[in-house]
């Protein structure tokens, strides 16, 4: 693991994750992510996206059963793992490449949304019942407003945007 290329993707999943089973008895999911910068466009003083970036992804596994279990189309999502490049030859003959991101880490990201969470035993598995209750967050969420970002406070000119002028990004 020491030469992989090691990335962190923060997107929302295209789709469902799709699981399956391979030949060897395996369980692999494989879905997609979708990341989209953007950029503040100072002379239209608004919030413009760039090109997107759509990035197959796999997971293996214990893994792979926790993402198709807990995460679903739209879901926003922080993963990181190593990328790879295979060739194929499509039925036309052509050869192609891709770039696919073998998972290692994932979950939701907290800045738009909430997530309960379950801890799994090492020894039990995920669908096995644990002899531990599930952790569950402590501290509440604010009140939901019209602003999604208002839970975060006023961060006022120490914010880094803010003290450039640029207005905090409402989007995804």
Same mark, same amino acid.
């Given at each position: 693991?020491?030469?992989? $290329?090691?990335?962190?993707?923060?997107?929302?999943?295209?789709?469902?994750?799709?699981?399956?089973? #391979?030949? /060897?008895? =395996?369980?692999?999911?494989?879905? $997609?992510?979708? /990341?989209?910068?953007? @950029? !503040?466009?100072?002379? @239209?003083?608004?919030?413009?996206?760039g090109?997107?970036?759509?990035?197959?992804?796999? =997971?293996?596994?214990? +893994? *792979?059963?926790?993402?198709?279990?807990?995460?679903?189309?739209?879901?926003?999502?922080? =993963?990181?793992g190593? +990328?790879?490049?295979?060739?194929?030859?499509?039925?036309?003959?052509?050869?192609?490449?891709?770039?696919?991101?073998? #998972?290692? &880490?994932?979950?939701?990201?907290?800045? !738009?949304?909430? *997530?309960?969470?379950?801890?799994?035993?090492?020894?039990?598995?995920?669908?096995?019942?644990s002899? /531990?209750a599930? #952790?569950?967050?402590?501290?509440?969420? =604010?009140?939901? @407003?019209?602003?999604?970002?208002? *839970?975060?406070?006023?961060?006022?000119?120490?914010?880094?945007?803010?003290?450039?002028? #640029?207005? &905090?990004?409402?989007? !995804?």
């Open positions: 693991m020491a030469n992989d $290329t090691v990335i962190t993707v923060v997107g929302n999943l295209t789709a469902d994750p799709e699981l399956r089973t #391979v030949a /060897s008895g =395996a369980q692999v999911v494989n879905f $997609t992510i979708a /990341s989209t910068s953007r @950029t !503040f466009d100072r002379t @239209t003083q608004q919030w413009k996206d090109e997107p970036l759509y990035l197959r992804c796999n =997971a293996w596994q214990r +893994l *792979a059963e926790h993402i198709a279990q807990s995460l679903s189309k739209g879901t926003r999502v922080i =993963a990181q190593r +990328l790879h490049q295979r060739s194929y030859i499509t039925q036309q003959g052509e050869k192609k490449d891709s770039i696919e991101l073998a #998972v290692d &880490e994932i979950g939701p990201s907290l800045a !738009f949304a909430t *997530a309960q969470v379950e801890r799994v035993s090492r020894a039990t598995g995920f669908n096995a019942p002899s /531990s599930p #952790v569950r967050s402590a501290a509440p969420m =604010a009140a939901p @407003t019209s602003e999604p970002w208002a *839970a975060y406070g006023d961060f006022g000119a120490s914010d880094g945007a803010a003290a450039l002028g #640029v207005p &905090e990004d409402p989007g !995804f």
